[in-house]
Nanobody, 123 residues
Framework: VQLQASGGGLVQAGGSLRLSCTDSKRTFSNNGVGWFRQTPGKERLAVATINYRGGNSYYADDVKGRFSISRDFAKNTVYLQMNALKPEDAGTYYC?????????????????WGKGTLVTVSS
């Protein structure tokens, strides 16, 4: 597994971004995948996770109804669609592949991490 996250940028509050996480080795189809957000001085927390089949997902309470995680097996990519963005959504977003096929929310359950992509939301 080798992950590449992209899609971050600067957006006004209320706007949208779509983050992409691609496995260049095309091997994470059997892994749960998660998006995590980290801000300076704070721990990395799960924003959304999805299981290996894409049938089960988890969303942090503060993003429910606004964010959507999905996976495209043909493209070997997991997406995080972020709508109605708020300034508090800002941070560095990391995608990660879990050791198992489940949609875990614990960073310790993930052993492959991509480089982060920065999301900035202006008010």
């Amino acid at each position: 597994v080798q992950l590449q996250a992209s899609g971050g940028g600067l957006v006004q509050a209320g706007g949208s971004l779509r983050l992409s996480c691609t496995d260049s080795k095309r091997t994470f189809s059997n892994n749960g995948v998660g998006w995590f957000r980290q801000t300076p001085g704070k721990e990395r927390l799960a924003v959304a996770t999805i299981n290996y089949r894409g049938g089960n997902s988890y969303y942090a309470d503060d993003v429910k109804g606004r964010f959507s995680i999905s996976r495209d097996f043909a493209k070997n990519t997991v997406y995080l669609q972020m709508n109605a963005l708020k300034p508090e959504d800002a941070g560095t977003y990391y995608c990660a592949a879990a050791r198992s096929s489940w949609a875990s929310t614990r960073p310790s359950d993930y052993n492959y991490w991509g480089k982060g992509t920065l999301v900035t939301v202006s008010s």
